[in-house]
């Protein structure tokens, strides 16, 4: 038996793959959305965003959920 791994976020659909147990499975969904979240943190200049969202914290510029 298969355990199949996926997320979706902001409307989109992503498929991680199968694993062989649902532990490995959840670890990989897991890993995802934290991945996701981060991405959504992170300025165009690489600095963590964790404001409003409109400027970077540490350069003032940059575009919320984009990486160099």
Request: with cysteine; hydrophobic share 25%.
């Amino acid at each position: 038996k298969c355990w199949q791994a996926q997320v979706n976020h902001h409307g989109e659909h992503f498929h991680l793959g199968y694993f062989y147990t649902p532990e490995e499975a959840h670890e990989a969904a897991k890993a995802k959305r934290l991945e996701l979240l981060l991405q959504e943190h992170i300025c165009s200049d690489g600095h963590p965003d964790w404001g409003d969202g409109t400027d970077c914290l540490n350069c003032g510029g940059g575009t919320k959920g984009t990486t160099n």
